[in-house]
Each structure stands twice: as structure tokens, then as C-alpha cells.
């Protein structure tokens, strides 16, 4: 038998013997592989024919305006850079980062999104002199500006149930060195695979073997892609199967640009607590505090080399073991040809460049964020707002925020121990548009919990009597700042049958006295007798329209504050003379962008007509005298004088709440002070909340107090013990705003008060 009969001899002897199992095995495809495949195909189909992914939605501050001429000083701009995660650098040159040089700030400003469209990154020069900006310069291009904005401080993440963090990016906006080098690291042969490389396995198995230890994976990005979308992280025979039957058929179905750009946004490159970082975009704002398209190479080399272990070369945790690793793929970057030789050095030669705080900020101002979620409440539910990939812009000023929080803290901690017990409550709001710059609900700013800035109703004591003067004041042809109030006993009768009899804090009446006085002195008898005689009832409306939602106390004790509002309902309310007599709304948001930085809603005040500026500009006024020689004389006495600051004190029966209410040209703040148990705190308005007041302002820049008497209003001089027209030379005269077309019409000599004042000289 020759030799090919032997052999066709054999083959059918072992086909004989084969037979079974190959039919067996061929059925076994058939039946399971294929329908298997199939399923597999359409799991791979649903996923990327609508390939989306659940980015959470940032709440940020608002951007910081400048100009020539605002307010600003060192402290207060450093607070903003570095809320907003700048880095302090020599030659400031790369977006996210400044240098100061004395009162010169050189800042890279970041590009951002903004309601106006976006803003592009650029380099510039600020110059502050005297707390105030002096001049702000283009630096490329050498031209003066008038103004600018900075990127807002990220303040809060509103994560989804994944707890991921991502931004989703086109192939496009990425470093062309990201691409072609996390291609030259992690799949050379990526342009020319079908999804698996058999050639790249059994390259990294022979290094790996030459190592002694892991440094290499064969892998190809298809197969990776496949791991974070489709597996767990187990290790056996038939998840790597289904691995590798799943990359053959992404690429037998999408193209090498679809699956790159889905593995550059899907990749786990890191993790802060509960947070995963994903994508390469997410992942340079989160350890290098930047924009994808600045980084340099050596940061590139960094985020390609997290891709082999984001947890074991986390560079703030092992920075070592991560330098070693970014500069190995700064080698293979140079040896693949992607950078010349000057590049590799330099690369290697530079520290990482980790900016010093994660990029992924708790939600630090929990009092403020929960005003954001009840302003949005009206247009989105909060479930929905979660993962969304919205951006949220707030109101929120982080200078004005960590003032506030430290006022709060270092007055309560003067106070002593004996006030470890009491609570505290702070807003401020810009004083002409309403916006609120800071909230803070809680003795430990930083609580979550109960929000007493917004939930914490307290009796609100004199705080109510600019109000009371407001209605008085808004009927010139009856009431001016001159005119002549009795301050005596008071008993009017209540529904229980019994006499309501209030009394001065004092314990003393004061007989006439000018209107003005009432107010500065905050005397509760003659308030009471000019609200007695202006109507409960006109008050209690003017009260009402400022729409708290519920019914006002429609008592005469209304006139002295039996009326328990808010902190936040109080700032409500004063705003209305901030804003020099314009009702306005106090607001959190201005604005929703969406996940592509396109305007989804504006959330705009309009301010209401000004029926009583005149009116309110002479409360202000008296409310100014309140600071100067009145309950709140402690701001007169201190170098906060020159703000020319207007503010009312306000305390509850038994001192229970300690209240104050001020404003500047720039800033409404309210303040309250007191016990959650409202046990006494022995605090009158004067000695606890005006203090933190204080405090805030002492370390917040702010333009004084301009209050405009020229238009609608005169000025005349009058004497106040009898309310008419007076000369300016006569003892105690004084000279008082009216408003025009209303001065008193009677006047007086002075021969008798100077008479007075000889003798009463003599008598001395």
C-alpha cells in the first residue's frame, strides 16, 4: 500500500473517530453560539446606537465681575482664584492658574460657558490700589479693559444613582498628543485590529516575562472599552471569551473613530469617596484643575498612564510610583515619535502638576444650596436635576460666603462660653439686584440640616418699625421726619378682655418727640401712637405685599414686631430699601445652561415701579442717623463710619432674638442671633447680631452708602422739639430731608432757645 493510501487510510479512521464530536460540536454552535452571538450583537447595538452616558449636574458660583473703580481688595480676590481652583504660579501662563506681585494680579483665566455665550480663555493683568480695581489690562493684546469676568467657583455636584463623574467630549476637542499617544501606549496596532491583537498578547506576555512582573497588557482599547460597558471585573476564561466576542463585534459594526471616542469618555481614571472619575476630560479638571485642550505633554503622559491603574499610580496618594509611571509614556511617547527630544526632557524634568485640591468639590455651602433646590423646585424636579449634565448658575459670592462664615465664627466665639448653646443665622444679598452672595444656617456653616437662615421663624422685634415710618412717611401732606409724636403710656384693650401696655426698653416715656428720633432711639410708646393713628391694618398690608404666604398678625403688637419671619424673609424685606424704594425679589439662580453650555432658562428680576422712593429714602436716612447715634451707635463709633451704612436693631421680649438688618451701597446684610430651645440669650440686637455684622463688613469690600436727597427731595432745617422750620445757627437745630414741596410752613426765631442755652449754661 503506498503511502497516500495509507494516509487516506488514517484520515477516514480518525474521521470514524471524530465524527461524533464534530457533529456535536457544529450542532452546539448552531443551537448556542449563534443565538448567543446574536443576543450579544444586540446588546452591543442598543448600547451604542444611543451610546449616552448619566454626567452629574454643577452647581457653580457666580463669575466675578471687574472694573475700574469696584471694590476689591488682595484677601477677597485671592478668596475668588483660589475658590475657583486657580493655582498660585510663577508667570501665571497657563489657563487656571495667577501670579500676584504686591497689588499686580497676572491671571490666566480659564474659557467657560457662561448665559452670554462663552467666554474665551485669555491672559490678564489687575492692578487693585486703595481696595478698589485701578486698572485691568489684556496682556496679548497690551489694551486697556473696562471690564471682566472671571470663571465661576464650582460649589456643589448633583450626581445621579452611578455617583459618576464625566464630561462628555468629541475626539475633536481633545489634544491631538491624548489621541495618538494613548493609542501609541495602550494599542499600537489599534488602526488595524478587528478588536482583538494576537500579536500585542503575546508582545506583552514576553515583556511582562522579562520584567518579572506586570508592565505591559495585551489588551487592545476595543477589549477595554468592553470591560467598563459590558463586564464585571472578574477574571476567568469565559469573561475573557465573551471579551473577545465582544470587541470582534463592535468593530465589525462601528467605526475606529465611534469606538475611540466612546473609550475616551467611558475610561475610570480615578475616584473621591463615592465619586468615579470617568473620561479624560473629567479627569483633567479633576487632578490638574484644567480644560483638556491646556494641558501639556507631561500632564497628557499622566492621564495615558492612569489608564493602566488610575487607584495604584494615583498621584496624589503615590505621586512617586505615578512620576515613574508618566515618565515611562513620556519615553514610549518619544520613542513612537509623537515628541522630539528636547520635549522628553523637559517633560520628565517637570514635578506633575497636581493641583493641590480634587477637582470635585463637596457641597461645602449646604444653607445656600438648599435656596438653589427651592428656586429650582419650580421648574425641575430634583430627581431630574441629578445626572443630568446641566449647569446650574447661582448667585453665590465665595469671598462674601468664608467673610460671612468667619464673622459668624469669631463673634460667637467672643461671646464666651456662656453662649455655646446659642445659634445663628446670616444672609447677604447684593443691594441693588436682590442677588443672594451668601447663606449661612447654622453656627457651623458647613452643617447640613436645619437651615435656620430659611426656617428658623423668630419673632422679628423692631425690625418691623422702618415699616411702620414707611406708611407714615409715604402721606408728606401729614408726616415727616420733623414731625412731633407723643412717647407716652400706651394701654389698648385686647379680645381676652385684659390691656395691652408696652413700654420703652428704657422703662421711660420721653414726652414730644420729632418722628425721626423715634425711629433712631427705636422708642416702642410713640411707634406704637403713630401706628395707632397711620392704621394696624395699612401696615399689616404693606407687610403682606411683599408675599410671605400666610396671614400677618393683625394686632397693634404687629407695630413692635409680634411677627416671626426668616432670616432669608427678613433680607425680603429690607431689600425693598437697598434698592432705594423698589420692591425686588431676592434670588439664587440666574441661570441653567445645558449639557452643551447653551442657555436652558435665565431667571431675571424685574423691580417694582418705585411708588414711595421718596418715602423710603427718608427711612434710609433715619435708618443712617440708627447707625450713627442710635441703637446701633457702634457702627458710628468704628472705622465703619465712612460706609455711611443704614441699619435697623431689632430684639424679641426677654432678649430671646437678637436681630440686625444693615445695608452699604453694595451689600444687604441680616443677621440673627438666638436659641433653637428660645430660651433667653440675655443678646439685645446691639450686642449680638450687630457684632457679627460688624465683623462681616470690617473684611468686605463695599462701596458706602450714597443716599440720593437731590431729586424728590429737599432740605431744610428745623428745630426738633417742635418741628418747625428753624435757622441753622439756632441751638439744636437740625437739619432734616423732606420731601419736596412739603417743608413745614411754619417757622420760628431762636431768641428763646438761646436764652435757654445761656442760662442753662450759667445753671451748670
Sequence with gaps: MSFIARCAELARLVWRWLRAPFWFALGFCIAFLVPYTLYLDAQVRQRFDDLSWETPTRIYARALEIAPGLPLDVPTLRAELEAARYDEVTGARAPGSFMRDGDRFIISRRAFASLDGMEQARRIEVVLQRSRVFSIKDIESGKPLQRLRLDPARIATLYGAEQEERRVAKLGQMPPLLVSGLQAVEDRNFKHHRGVDAIAILRATWANLSAGHVVQGGSTLTQQLVKNLFLDRGQNFLRKGNEALLALLI????????????????????????????????????????????????????????????????????????????????????????????????????????????GLPRNRFPAFLDLVRAQLKRDYDDDALRGAGLSVLTTLAPSTQLAAEQALQDSLKAMGKKQEDTQAALVVTGARDGEVQAVIG??????????????????????????????????????????????????????????????????????????????????????????????????????????????????????????????????????????????????????????????????????????????????????????????????????????????????????????????????LAVVWVGRDDNKPTGLVGATGALRIWMGLFDNLPTRPLDLDLSHGLELAWINPESGQRSPADCPGARQLPFVAGYLPQDEQGCTMERLREWFGGEQQ
Excluded: C
Excluded at 489608564?307 to 515613574?324: C, F, I, T, W
Excluded at 415727616?480 to 394701654?491: H, Q, W, Y
Design 251 to 358: 468593530e465589525a459594526r462601528y467605526d475606529k473613530q465611534r469606538i475611540l471616542e466612546a473609550y475616551v469618555n467611558e475610561i475610570f481614571l480615578g475616584q473621591q469617596g463615592g465619586q468615579a472619575v470617568h473620561g479624560f476630560a473629567a479627569a483633567s479638571e479633576f487632578y490638574f484643575g484644567r480644560e483638556l485642550n491646556t494641558l501639556r505633554a507631561p500632564d497628557v503622559a499622566l492621564l495615558v498612564g492612569l489608564v493602566q491603574g488610575a487607584s495604584y499610580y494615583d498621584p496624589r496618594r503615590n505621586p512617586e510610583r505615578a512620576l515613574g509611571r508618566r515618565n515611562l509614556v513620556l519615553q514610549q511617547f518619544f520613542d513612537t515619535g509623537l515628541i522630539d527630544e528636547d520635549e522628553l526632557a523637559r517633560g520628565k524634568a517637570s514635578p506633575l502638576g497636581i493641583a493641590e485640591t480634587p
Design 442 to 667: 447654622d453656627r457651623a456653616p458647613d452643617q447640613p440640616g436645619f437651615n435656620r437662615a430659611l426656617q428658623a421663624r423668630r419673632p422679628i422685634g423692631s425690625l418691623v418699625k422702618p415699616f411702620v415710618f414707611l406708611v407714615a412717611l409715604a402721606q408728606p401732606q401729614r408726616y415727616s421726619l420733623a414731625s412731633i409724636v407723643e412717647d407716652a403710656p400706651v394701654s389698648l384693650p385686647q379680645p381676652n378682655g385684659k390691656n395691652w401696655m408696652p413700654q420703652n426698653a428704657d422703662k421711660t416715656a420721653h414726652g414730644r418727640v420729632a418722628l425721626v428720633d423715634v425711629l433712631v432711639n427705636s422708642w416702642n410708646l410713640s411707634t406704637v401712637r403713630l401706628g395707632m393713628l397711620v392704621g394696624v391694618d395699612r401696615v399689616r398690608a404693606l407687610v403682606e405685599s411683599f408675599g410671605f404666604g400666610r396671614e400677618i398678625n393683625p394686632n397693634p403688637s404687629l407695630l413692635l414686631g409680634a411677627l416671626d419671619l426668616s432670616p432669608l424673609e427678613v433680607a425680603q424685606l429690607y431689600q425693598y430699601f437697598a434698592a432705594d424704594g423698589h420692591a425686588l425679589p431676592v434670588i439664587a439662580v440666574r441661570g441653567v445652561l445645558d449639557r452643551d453650555g447653551r442657555p436652558l432658562r435665565r431667571y431675571t428680576t424685574k423691580p417694582g415701579a418705585g411708588d414711595y422712593v421718596e418715602a423710603s429714602r427718608l427711612v434710609t436716612y433715619a435708618m443712617q442717623q440708627v447707625n450713627l447715634r442710635g441703637t446701633a451707635r457702634a457702627v458710628g463709633a468704628s472705622p465703619l463710619a465712612g460706609l455711611n451704612s443704614a441699619g435697623k436693631t431689632g430684639t424679641s421680649d426677654d432678649s430671646r432674638d437678637s436681630w440686625y438688618a444693615g445695608f452699604t451701597g453694595d451689600h
